[in-house]
């Protein structure tokens, strides 16, 4: 077995645990913004940043955290309850003021409140 062989797998070993925590991660983020859409109003939200990208994430990622209809007066207990109960860096902004919306918006992953309502088991 030639060194680059054991090289290549251990990064490809690597990598799928990124994806693995990257994925984790995201369905985390979904469960946890449900919660939380309960006691603080927003109309949508988009996950964007490393988060969305494959095999890119990892243990030392930040959570970036765009959302619509957030209220300036919710902006830091949205942002303490998602650090506190994701147990991670969080970034998170209002999109309506953000200079990159449109990258945003084109490349993050949408839920809308209805989303998270028809998670919801009845």
Known sequence: MS?????????????????????ASIEKAKKILKEMSKSIGFEKVYLFGTITKPY??????DID???VGLKD???F?????LSRNL?????ILQLEKHRL????????????????????PK
Not at 87 to 91: A, L, S, T
């Open 3 to 23: 060194q680059t062989y054991l090289l290549d797998k251990v990064l490809q070993r690597k990598s799928i645990e990124r994806e693995r925590l990257r994925l």
């Open 56 to 61: 890119r994430f990892s243990e030392e990622s």
């Open 65 to 67: 955290i765009a959302f």
């Open 73 to 75: 007066e919710d902006f």
């Open 77 to 81: 207990s949205a942002l303490a309850y």
């Open 87 to 91: 147990g991670r860096d969080v970034d």
């Open 101 to 120: 919306r449109e990258k945003i918006i084109k490349e993050g992953i949408v839920w809308t409140r209805q989303d998270f309502q028809s998670l919801n």
